[in-house]
């Protein structure tokens, strides 16, 4: 844990010198570091905020590296690994995953990606049946598509222009011109459809006990 | 006084209208299913749910009924902590953590009923004496907020992030860094005062504004928040049995006016003030109400063991302090709390400025959404006694259907408030960060608090010292001529004093510690 915590806080030294660069840039092709003070005015310039901030940090950071050396703060007495082995394998089958998730979006649409990150989460991660899995990998993107895109029109990403015209436009279109009752009627199907998969999978389950 | 009454009369009757009688048991109801549920709190169902404001101003044409039902989500997440907490022994939400240190041990013993109904008796009077007190407060504090200028609201701004540093309880740096990252992610994009371009990383447009409350308290309490969670339960819990009927919860009440009287009183009124500190709110209201009914109670023996008032105090006084903290908020436009800091995104977001003005200008949407509070809570503490045994199916639900579904809202939440893919990736990496930075016990909640009071601090900082050509003395001497009359202008110096004092506080106890060979003050941050 000491360690890591001396790797993080040289880490966020390293970001708080970047960013004190960065604040350093003034506009207009004036000299670097020309508005990190107080100008005319006596007031400050644009980039006093974020240097003297991100140096305060710097120096933060350096406590905590102290701390970290001279083994005075709660962490850097700690003996446990900053990550075991548990740790490591919920950032690789949860945290990648959600990567993958968000990745996905960019190219098959937020509600594919959702789908597919649903069916892995459940069958590989939650050992459910096929059945409650597939379920859930049709009905919350489903759900979401109906909130999101029709009820609240608030249209959420569809990825490629290919897959948002020849699915999503139609969809949307057909659910905009049905009648009224339309959309909570397929809220309540989706209902269904789950209530139903979770009822025969506990059968199921039962059963082979 | 006659006036306020008349004022939160007209407000309780509208907010028990049908509509927003209907939208706050929907909130109440959802706020009872994310405090019972491990790994959801107020925070992130707060934060998740933020896009329906659009949809509930959309459909009532209000701007109270969003807020009520946000309110009513924080009602019921305090409520519905306990839950889990008392059946599981595994808290809910961090502000239930210490109902876990008697409410367990209760239902150990075959006595879940009674610690189910003294958690719910306690809220609920905890609740109503701090919606008093609320009410009380608020429009006086509003009145005096209105002669603040720029001086006094930084010097407000330096007392919240100071009670951080001096009260947190966390690791100082630490602290500090949290606040800071928070501060500078509001920085990012243009300068307030002069419009000019600065921080935009690699040029890109995504960098091109500040970045949104939204993306850094979604990453944190959704994405790092499950990681955490999924990190840290690693094994089953078994489930308590609890015999509900209206005997039993009579009974129950009974028993917990008689035995938890003392931690419901101390949990009340300790709950609020405490709430009211930015730094604090109802996990360390709730863990400091616990330690002191335990203090003086004539039986500290049986603390730990199931005693009444040790389930009493902490649920009392959760439920006061999460109205404490939207005090500040309403009054002053500084959040309590991270959920009130994602309430006050919510006013941003219905086009209403949060702070003094809000009491004066729009006194349609302030008193109904405090008239909802006085209702929220009692519709909190029918719907938790009366649905006991429905939460206790819920808490069945594997924690693997609930943990997709809050990774995908969360996903779809952040660009339903922002639009842009980039917000979506930058949430995903705030998500891992707070995780990373969370196992080094690097506190979170400043950063979120900070993210949202930045634009305001830096401009309320700048405008100050260009009054006074650049000089400290308008925050600090009351006898600093900031209009060439002379006058003594005493409210921005005794704040800053205060939240000077409290930032060197660390340092006092450190000096007091190694010259008397005190221990260091306990760790109290949630």
């Given at each position: 844990m000491r360690i890591a915590d001396m790797i993080m806080a040289v880490v966020l030294a390293a970001l708080s010198l970047a960013i004190m660069w960065k604040s350093?840039?003034?506009?207009?092709?004036?000299?670097?570091?020309?508005?990190v003070g107080i100008s005319e005015t006596g007031a400050p310039a644009g980039g006093f905020w974020p240097f003297w901030l991100a140096a305060a940090m710097f120096i933060c950071c350096i406590w905590v590296l102290i701390n970290a050396v001279m083994k005075t703060s709660p962490v850097a007495k700690m003996?446990?690994?900053?990550?075991?082995r548990h740790g490591m394998i919920v950032l690789l089958t949860v945290g990648f995953p959600v990567f993958l998730l968000v990745l996905l979006t960019e190219f098959i649409s937020m509600y594919f990606a959702m789908a597919i990150f649903m069916f892995y989460y459940m069958?590989?991660?939650?050992?459910?049946?096929l059945l409650l899995s597939l379920a859930m990998t049709l009905v919350v993107p489903f759900w979401m598509f109906l909130f999101?895109?029709?009820?609240?029109?608030k249209t959420l990403p569809k990825g490629l222009r290919s897959v948002e015209d020849s699915i999503f436009v139609p969809l949307g279109n057909w659910f905009r011109q049905a009648d009224g009752f339309v959309v909570p009627l397929a809220f309540l199907l989706g209902g269904v459809i789950l209530v139903g998969a979770s009822w025969l999978s506990a059968r199921r389950s039962k059963t082979s006990e | 006084m006659m006036e306020i009454l008349g004022l939160l009369a007209d407000g309780i009757w509208i907010a028990i209208q049908p509509v927003n009688l209907g939208i706050c048991v929907l909130g109440v109801v959802i706020g009872l299913f994310v405090g019972a549920?491990?790994?959801?709190?107020s925070v992130n169902g707060v934060a998740i749910l933020l896009p329906t404001v659009f949809f509930i101003k959309q459909q009532t044409?209000?701007?109270?009924a969003p807020m009520i039902f946000l309110a009513a989500i924080y009602y019921g997440a305090m409520y519905g902590g306990a839950i889990s907490s008392i059946m599981?022994?595994?808290?809910?939400?961090?502000?239930a953590v210490a109902t876990t240190f008697d409410g367990r041990p209760l239902a150990l013993k075959g006595r879940a009923e009674q610690a189910l109904v003294t958690a719910a008796v306690a809220s609920f009077i905890g609740g109503t004496v701090a919606n008093i007190f609320f009410t009380g407060f608020a429009p006086p504090l509003a009145e005096v907020a209105l002669r603040f200028g720029n001086p006094e609201i930084f010097a407000l701004m330096l007392l919240a992030f100071a009670t951080f540093v001096g009260?947190?309880?966390?690791d100082i740096p630490k602290t500090i860094i949290s606040i800071i990252l928070g501060l500078i992610c509001a920085a990012?994009?243009?300068?307030?005062?002069?419009?000019e371009p600065r921080l935009q990383f690699f040029d890109?447009?995504?960098?091109?504004r500040p970045i949104h409350f939204l993306v850094l308290a979604i990453g944190v309490y959704g994405v790092g928040e499950m990681l955490w969670t999924l990190n840290t339960t690693r094994g089953g819990s078994d489930m308590s049995k609890a015999e509900i009927s209206l005997t039993r919860i009579k009974a129950a009440a009974g028993n917990t006016f008689r035995e938890g009287w003392k931690g419901t009183s101390i949990g009340s009124s300790l709950g609020f003030f405490v709430g009211i500190l930015p730094a604090a709110g109802a996990t360390p209201g709730s863990l400091m109400a616990y330690g002191v009914s335990k203090m003086t109670?004539?039986?500290?023996?049986e603390f730990g063991k199931g005693a009444i008032d040790g389930v009493a105090a902490p649920e009392a006084a959760n439920n006061s302090a999460s109205t404490g903290a939207m005090l500040p908020m309403m009054?002053?436009?500084?959040?309590?709390?991270p959920t009130t800091a994602v309430l006050l995104t919510g006013l941003v977001l219905l086009e209403l400025e949060p702070g003094p003005r809000l009491f004066v200008d729009q006194p349609d949407f302030v008193w109904p959404v405090i008239g909802s509070f006085y209702i929220s809570n009692v519709i909190a503490v029918l719907v938790n006694l009366a649905f006991i045994p429905v939460f206790l199916w819920m808490l069945r639900m594997p924690f693997t259907i609930l943990a997709p579904i809050i990774f995908v809202l969360s996903v779809a939440g952040v660009y339903a408030a922002t639009d842009r893919m980039f917000d979506v990736w930058l949430m995903f990496f705030f998500g891992l960060g707070a995780f990373l930075l969370r196992i080094l016990q690097y506190p979170l909640a400043p950063a979120a608090l900070a993210i949202v009071l930045g634009a305001i601090t830096e401009e309320k900082l700048r405008q100050s010292l260009q009054w006074s050509d650049g000089s400290l003395g308008i925050f600090?001497?009351?006898?600093?001529?900031r209009d060439g009359t002379g006058q003594a202008y005493w409210i921005a110096p005794i704040i800053a004093w205060i939240a000077a004092i409290l930032l060197l506080l660390p340092l006092i106890n450190k000096v007091r510690s190694m010259v008397r060979g005190r221990p260091k003050p306990q760790h109290w941050q949630g």
């Open positions: 350093g840039e003034a506009p207009w092709g004036a000299e670097r570091f020309s508005n003996t446990e690994p900053y990550m075991d069958l590989v991660l939650g050992r459910h049946g999101f895109d029709i009820t609240m029109t | 549920m491990p790994g959801l709190g044409g209000s701007d109270a599981l022994g595994i808290p809910g939400a961090s502000t009260l947190g309880g966390d990012i994009g243009f300068d307030v005062i002069e419009g890109h447009i995504g960098f091109s109670s004539k039986k500290p023996e009054t002053l436009g500084i959040p309590g709390s600090f001497n009351p006898w600093f001529d």
